[in-house]
């Protein structure tokens, strides 16, 4: 069994900053890539940042610049650390990890997901 259990998210007026953090937890893993995305109201989740295990980073165009992802592999563990919040950055904020799950006679890719995270910037 894994989970991802993710914290940080919170209200701050825009220009303001808050980290996100997100711990995979669990046995039998390794953890190709680790990414968080978003979802606004009324729209489609979108990629935010995402993190390979070499350490490749990867942002949407909305956001680079203003957000650094960043990894602890001994925690396994992905942080997004937000500065220069604006009120469209409001969203659940989700964590994505792609793992290989080892210790089963085929080892597998598979995709996990946080419950979310809700961050708002006011005006």
Not at 56 to 68: E, H, P, W
Not at 79 to 104: H, I, W
Request: proline share 3%; charged share 15%; hydrophobic share 30%.
């Amino acid at each position: 069994q894994v989970q991802l259990v993710e914290s940080g998210g919170g209200l701050v007026q825009a220009g303001g900053s808050l980290r996100l953090s997100c711990a995979a937890s669990g046995s039998n893993f390794k953890i190709n890539a680790m990414g968080w995305y978003r979802q606004a109201p009324g729209k489609q989740r979108e990629l935010v940042a995402t993190i390979t295990s070499g350490g490749s980073t990867n942002y949407a165009d909305s956001v680079k610049g203003r957000f650094t992802i960043s990894r602890d592999n001994a925690k396994n563990t992905v942080y997004l650390q937000m500065n220069s919040l604006k009120p469209e950055d409001t969203a659940v904020y989700y964590c994505n990890a792609d793992l290989l799950r080892t210790g089963f006679p085929q080892p597998f890719n598979h995709d996990y997901w946080g419950q979310g995270t809700q961050v708002t910037v006011s005006s």
